[in-house]
């Protein structure tokens, strides 16, 4: 099946710094991909939808000038934290749909673990 | 607004005994239901998912589903687990035509041996 990597996927960075997170569609192209953020115990919350050539879509409450999206080619897309804080301390996971649009699958990368101390 | 609710947040299972993770959903338009698993430190990972047809979706591993739309549930079963199965289940919801998801809280099957 397609693989999506993501990294780092462990990172630690300190208060006010910004952190890039890289999610990779490795053998299939994406032109859409999708960013979610989980919680200790909960589920993923979905942070915004990345689209290859225009800006980011953002879900309702997700700051868009904090969370930097930016999809520069069909198999990359990223995600800056800008000036972070302990609570952007979280685990955040990236998705890109299959190749099939009639399939509704989609695959994850493996999630980056963000350490804010 | 879609809604997913996993009311288990861990389930304890023998080996080889039979297991039933609940999924219940709440959606004003018709839906597509998909449960994802997520072995440790790995990405999630399609089990099976429920578009149209018949309401009985079989999955990979020896996993399905029944869609029952009036309970407005979605529950995974397996009539054997192995210790390999042993990972988070998570059940998502998309509104039809969206590719939006929306995830319940997971359930951690745990297989004692």
């Known amino acids: 099946g397609a693989v999506v990597s993501q990294h780092p996927s462990r990172v630690i960075c300190k208060s006010g710094t910004s952190v890039k997170i890289e999610c990779r569609s490795l053998d299939f192209q994406a032109t859409t991909m999708f960013w979610y953020r989980q919680f200790p115990k909960q589920s993923l919350m979905l942070m915004a939808t990345?689209?290859?050539?225009?800006?980011?879509?953002?879900e309702q409450g997700v700051e868009k000038d904090k969370f930097l999206i930016n999809h520069a080619s069909l198999t990359l897309s990223t995600l800056t934290v800008t000036s972070a804080h302990p609570e952007d301390s979280s685990f955040y996971i990236c998705?890109?749909?299959?190749?099939?649009?009639?399939?509704?699958?989609?695959?994850f990368g493996p999630g980056t673990r963000l350490t804010v101390t | 607004a879609q809604s997913v609710t996993q009311l288990d947040s861990q389930v304890p299972v023998f080996e080889e005994a039979p297991v039933e993770l609940r999924c219940n959903y709440s959606?004003?338009?018709?839906?597509?239901l998909f449960w994802y698993v997520q072995y440790p430190n790995q990405g999630l990972q399609l089990l099976l998912k429920y578009l149209s047809g018949s309401t009985l979706v079989k999955g990979i591993n020896g996993f399905e589903a029944e869609f029952n739309k009036s309970q407005t549930s979605f529950h995974l079963r397996k009539p054997s687990v192995h210790i390999s199965d042993t990972a988070e289940y998570f059940c998502a919801v998309s509104e039809g035509g969206n590719e939006k998801l929306t995830f319940g809280t997971g359930t951690r099957l745990t297989i004692i041996p």
């Open positions: 998705s890109a749909p299959g190749l099939l649009s009639s399939s509704y699958e989609q695959y």
């Open positions: 990345s689209n290859e050539g225009s800006k980011a879509t953002y």
């Open positions: 959606s004003s338009v018709s839906v597509y």
